[in-house]
């Protein structure tokens, strides 16, 4: 029977889609981003007898029973982490246990690991919130560690083709990277596809993250203004977080 | 004489309350005849409580007024009739209001609103400004948190006008319910209801499907969160504090169940005794305009029995310590909670009064929600403020402890400003809770000036007044303060 590492769970979340979901933190994470906010998530624990103490090691019905009691008041649950798709096999298990409750599934990515072979996954899910944090390779690897681009953006197509694309998230953390380019980058790329795509900019904050040195908090101001540019660049549903 | 004097001294109350509160004063120079030395003696303990409505009572406690049958009559009394205009409609209702007695002095229950302005809405030319000068007026004449409106189930366009309208203003009075059925109620405008409740703590969200097996369509929720029959209501409320009964018990090393059966049967007498004077020594039921005109009916009386301090009693009970212990956490504390009102609803049930015709005269089991002067005991059965487990454990607990409460019950719930992007979250919640069998949802946001304090609203702003040794206008804000400071109301946990 296969087991997940799962961090922690969010009984209700207003934020993770749409309604009020149960949202669940798989530990694990394929990148290192400078302003991860759960950077507790990232390390990958390939040997699962060896967790430390304040991880679970769940198997699907261990963790429906322990999410169970929310059922009444969700609309569904969304797997979120670290990157919950390096557990891809047990959320394909936990997601066709969770349709045959009635629940909807959503999944909060990274974008990184390729979608183009998972129709069984796909067919399962509802929805995907994924992130685009960078528009070029050089961008890419300052703020991620590493050079996934073709695959996110293979994954922002293919998921806009069968309608489960919910939204494209930009985090923007002032003074890593020029987020005037990257923006209009991403704006541009996600008009072409869909002027319609939500594409949603989340102002960094600093509480709650570790190597936060260098890394400031953009200003209302600032955000507005790449609220502004992704418009002129063709976006039509621009949501900002600040 | 000293309290009469004290009154007329105090720099605090409005000329308003002090006639109330002198009122009052003048009624309970007389003594309610008829009681017994025990339940003189209950009275006098902790364990029942009449909630100062008087010793000689001339007005049933709660009147929900006929408002459709009023609308369609006029009322000869006052001189008016049936209006034709959306104006005329709010000003007869506004005289009306002055008109309904209750123990506040103002009206409980101001009608099903977007029902009885619907159809004077198309002909007005600005009906959105008529509205809220409506309900700008009931805010200033009847400055009384108790005061209660309700809208729905159906979406009408009077009821998102008064939704509206009631954000742009976001005053404490009145208070507002939604009757909420997910088949019978339009997204949108339960959406739109949730928005509003996030930015003015009302309305509540009440269970209609559910009330409306007991009451039928003809009921509506009243002052905090009563459920009663329009066109009657309830002739009084007493209640029962279930912390001091287990105490009693404890003490004189009794089984609980016969000291909860010998309260219970104590205080319908009491209750019996006050109703035998309203109905009998009173004339209110051969007098008043209301009850000649047929816009309260005789039939429809019933009365409400309360209970609070459920937490604290279970608590002594099963862990030795009313101020923490299991309720709310386990399921032999909800098993417990249960037993102790089935032992009541057995005396309900047993219990019959002549002058009470509705549910065949048996009274209604009611959630008190607690008084400004309780300290250390809980509003009905609520979890204590700082004790909920996480919501959902918190629904799944209360949840069928609310059917056993047809004449009222609710619960709090705050949620954080995050949930303004996704009302629809909080309506999942709702829906959930309902079909568990909770009755009555409220809910605001952490942040809002208006706090709901246990079945009210009052502004943040006006308790700081209060408190600079101000005069405020209502009367409500002077409980709200007391209750905010006996009961650490604050602490209620935001999601
Ligand atoms: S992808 Fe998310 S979880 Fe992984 S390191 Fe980046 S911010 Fe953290």
Known sequence: MQRAVINRW???????????RTVIFFQGCNLNC?????????????NKSKIPGSLYLLTVDE??????????YISGITVSGGEPLLQLEFIKELFSKTKKLGLSNFIDTNG???????KTLLDLTDGVMIDFKASNSADLIEVTGSDKLEIIKENIILLNDVGL???VRTVIAGGLINYQENVVEIAGFIAEIDPEIKFKLIAYRNHGVENSEGIIEPSTEDINNYKKLARTNGCKNIQIIK | MEEALNIIKDGTLTQQQKIIALARQAENQLELPGLTDKEQDYLNSDLVCDLAEGQAPYRPRYNLVDFAKFMEEGSEFL??????????????LIILYQNIPSVTGMPVYIGELDKLLEPYIDSSSDPKSTIRLFLTAIDRTLPDSFVHADIGPEKTRAGELILEAEKELANSVPNLTLKYDPELTDKDFAIQAVETGLEVSKPYFANHRDYQKIFGDEYAIVSCYNALPIGGGSHTLVRMNLKAVVEKALEEEEFLAVRLRDVSKTMLSIMDKRIAFLCEESPFFKSNFLVKEGLLDKNKYTAMFGVYGMAEAVNLFLDGDSESGSYGKTAESQKMAKNILDII????????????????????????????EDVDTSPGCRIPYGEEPSMPEQLNFISPIHQYFPAGVSDIFTFDKTYKRNPEAILDVIKGAFEKGLRLFSFYNSESDLVRITGYLVKRSEIEKLNQGETVHKDTVVLGRDTLESSPEENRKVR
């Open chain 1, 112 to 118: 990184t690991i390729p979608l183009t072979e998972q």
């Open chain 1, 165 to 167: 694309l919910h939204e």
């Open chain 1, 10 to 20: 969010i009984n209700f979340s207003p934020i993770d889609g749409p309604g009020n």
């Open chain 2, 79 to 92: 001189r008016l009739s049936s209006p034709e205009t959306l104006a005329e409609a709010t000003n007869n």
């Open chain 1, 34 to 46: 400078s302003y991860c906010h759960n950077p507790e998530t990232i390390e990958i624990y390939d």
């Open chain 2, 345 to 372: 609803q057995n005396e309900l049930n047993e219990h019959e009064n002549e002058h009470s015709p509705f549910n065949d005269g048996h009274y209604l089991l009611h959630a008190q929600s607690g008084i400004g």
């Open chain 1, 63 to 72: 963790l429906i029973e322990k999410i169970k009691q929310n059922f009444p």
